[in-house]
C-alpha cells in the first residue's frame, strides 16, 4: 500500500507542551499511525518549549507577513516525532501554556493566534512545502478549526480533511469585527460558512468544512449530536451525521507501562500484583496518609472543573471516610474546587490528601498505588486515566458517560452479559448514585480474589493505540478514495 501523508494540527503535544489529553493524543498516534503506512507530520504552534526541543531545526519556509508579523515554518524532529513549527515570535513566544499568561488569563489575540496556526496548515495542504505535500490535513480541535474553512474558500485543489473534536465544551468563538484579521472572505460569514450564533465559529467552521469528522468515543459520538452533548453543534453534527465516527483514544504503552516505569516505587506486572503493596505503602508515605493496605485507597487525578464531577466526589467525602476509604487527589484548576479539596483533606489529616498542581510523576504513583481510580464526569469525551488505571490494576469508578462507558464494563453488566468485568459505573451522575458506586466497590474490596479479578481484567484490556491506529489509517484511506471518486 502506498504511505498516505498526513499533516495534523494540534495546540499542543506531549511531551514538549501539554494541558491535557489532547496532548497525549497528539504525541501519540502519529507513531501508531506509522506502523499502519502512514506518514505524520504534526504541525504545532513555536511556543518557546517547542523551540527549545528542536535546536536544530530546519527552515522550511519564511513569510515576511502573516497575521501581524513575520513568520517561518520549521521542520525537525523531536521523541520520535516529525514536528512542522510555526515560528512566529509575536504570536507564540511567550511565557505561560498554550492559552494562557501566567496569569491564568487567556491571551487576547488567540483568535489571531490559532488562526496562523490553521493558515499555516492550510497552506502546506496547498503544497507549500514541496518535500511532504499532504493526502490529509488532520486539524485537532477548534485551534485548528480554520484549516478545513481556509481549504474550502481557498478552491484549488486540495488535500482531504479530518476534523476530531477531542471535547465539545472548547469551541474558539470569536467577534465578527474579526474575520478580516482570520484573512476569511465576507461571503464565509453565514451559517453555511465560519458564522455561529453571531461570531466566527473556529471548531463550528472545521465541523462545517472537514470531509471527516471524529471524536474519541463512539459513545460521544451518538452524545454530541443531541442537543446537550453538542453544546450548540448537535443540530449541524446530525446533518453531518454520515461523515462523523467515534474512534477511542489510546495510551502510550510505552510512558505507562508498570513493568518499566521509572516514577513509581515497586514494577510490577498481571503476574507480579502483589508488588503493588509497595507503591501503595509508598503512595500513603509520600502524601501523609494512614499506613493501612487495608483501606480501599481511592485515586484521583483530575483538571478540577464542572466537567469532571468532582463537586459531587467533594460531596462524597465523610461517607468515603466513614466507611474506612482514603482518598489521595492530584489537580488543579477551579478555585473553589481546590479551596474546598484543600479544606477537606484538612478535616480528614491520615484520610484524605490533597495535591494541588500538575506532577506526571505523582500521577503514574497515584495509578500504581491505589485501590481504585475514580472518575466521576458529567461528561467525558474519552478520558485517558481510566485507561491508564485499567493498565496499572487501579479499578475504575467511573460514570457511564462518553468514553468511560465504552471503557469500563461494571461488575453487574458484565453478570449480564457474562463478559469480564473491570470496574464499577454509575448514572445518573448525582452525589447519590456515585456514593452508590463507592458502596459497591467498598463493599467488593475485602473479597481479595474478587477483586484480583478485576484487577487482572482491567490489565488485559486492550488500552494500546494499536487498533484504534488502524481505524485511523482506514478512515484515511476511505476518505482519500471517495474524493478520488468525486473527482
Ligand atoms: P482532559 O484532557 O479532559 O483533562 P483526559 O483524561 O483525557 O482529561 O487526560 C488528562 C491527562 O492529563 C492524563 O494524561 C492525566 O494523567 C493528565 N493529568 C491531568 N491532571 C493532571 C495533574 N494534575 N498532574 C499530572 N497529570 C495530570
Known amino acids: 500500500m502506498t504511505p498516505l501523508r498526513v499533516v ?63 513568520v517561518r515554518l520549521l521542520g525537525g524532529s523531536h521523541a520520535g516525532l516529525d514536528l512542522l513549527v510555526l515560528d512566529a515570535p509575536h504570536l507564540f513566544a511567550r511565557p505561560g501554556n498554550p492559552y494562557a499568561g501566567p496569569d491564568g488569563r487567556d491571551w487576547p489575540d488567540n483568535g489571531v493566534r490559532f488562526a496562523a496556526l490553521s493558515r499555516m496548515a492550510a497552506e502546506i495542504g496547498r503544497g507549500a512545502v ?71 465559529g473556529f471548531l463550528k467552521a472545521g465541523l462545517q468544512f472537514a470531509d471527516r469528522i471524529t471524536t474519541v468515543s463512539p459513545t460521544y459520538a451518538v452524545e454530541i449530536q443531541q442537543d446537550e452533548g453538542g453544546m450548540g453543534l448537535g443540530g449541524l453534527l446530525r446533518e453531518r451525521s454520515k461523515v462523523l465516527s467515534g474512534i477511542l483514544n489510546g495510551i502510550d504503552s510505552s510512558v505507562w507501562n508498570p513493568q518499566t516505569d521509572p516514577h513509581i516505587a515497586a514494577r510490577f506486572s498481571a503476574s507480579e500484583l502483589q508488588s503493588r503493596a509497595a507503591n501503595k505503602a509508598a503512595l500513603q ?16 487525578i483530575s483538571r478540577l472543573s464542572w466537567q469532571k464531577g468532582l463537586d459531587l466526589l467533594l460531596e462524597n467525602v465523610s461517607a468515603i471516610v466513614n466507611q474506612g476509604m482514603q482518598l489521595a487527589l492530584l489537580g488543579s484548576g477551579d478555585p473553589d474546587l481546590e479551596r474546598g479539596y484543600q479544606a477537606a483533606a484538612k478535616a480528614n489529616p491520615g484520610r484524605m490528601a490533597v495535591v494541588i498542581g500538575y506532577d506526571e510523576a505523582l500521577a503514574h504513583l497515584i495509578q500504581a498505588g491505589s485501590d ?32 468511560l462507558a465504552d471503557t469500563v464494563i461494571d461488575v453487574a453488566e458484565a453478570d449480564m452479559a457474562g463478559g469480564a468485568p473491570t470496574g464499577f459505573r454509575f448514572a445518573p ?41 488502524g481505524q485511523y489509517a482506514a478512515l484515511y484511506r476511505d476518505a482519500v478514495a471517495s474524493r478520488q471518486n468525486q473527482s
Open 8 to 70: 495534523a494540527v494540534a495546540s499542543e503535544i506531549y511531551p514538549i507542551i501539554k494541558t491535557g489529553g489532547l496532548a497525549d493524543v497528539v504525541g501519540a498516534l502519529p507513531i501508531a499511525l506509522h506502523a499502519c503506512g502512514i506518514e505524520t507530520r504534526t504541525l504545532v504552534p513555536g511556543y518557546p518549549d517547542v523551540l527549545a526541543a528542536l535546536p536544530a531545526a530546519e527552515v522550511l519556509l519564511e513569510w515576511a507577513h502573516l497575521h501581524g508579523g513575520p
Open 130 to 200: 514541496r518535500s511532504f505535500v499532504p493526502d490529509i490535513v488532520h486539524a485537532h480541535d477548534w485551534q485548528a478549526g480554520l484549516a478545513p474553512a481556509y481549504l474550502h474558500y481557498a478552491g484549488g485543489p486540495r488535500p482531504c480533511t479530518v476534523m476530531t473534536v477531542h471535547n465539545m465544551a472548547f469551541q474558539g468563538k470569536f467577534p465578527p469585527e474579526m474575520l478580516d484579521a482570520f484573512g476569511l472572505p465576507s461571503r464565509s460569514f453565514t451559517i453555511h460558512g465560519v458564522e455561529y450564533y453571531g461570531m466566527v
Open 285 to 300: 508515605r509520600r502524601l501523609g496518609l494512614e499506613a493501612s493496605p487495608d483501606a480501599l485507597l481511592l485515586g484521583v
Open 372 to 403: 481504585a481510580l475514580v472518575v466521576p464526569s458529567r461528561f467525558e469525551p474519552c478520558g485517558l486515566t481510566q485507561l491508564c488505571a485499567l493498565r496499572y490494576g487501579a479499578v475504575p469508578i467511573v460514570s457511564g458517560v462518553g468514553g
Open 429 to 469: 451522575v448525582t452525589v447519590e448514585s456515585l456514593a452508590g458506586a463507592l458502596r459497591r466497590a467498598a463493599g467488593f474490596f475485602p473479597d481479595k480474589q474478587a477483586w484480583r479479578r478485576l484487577q487482572l481484567n482491567g490489565m488485559s484490556t486492550d488500552v494500546s493505540w494499536r487498533d484504534r491506529a
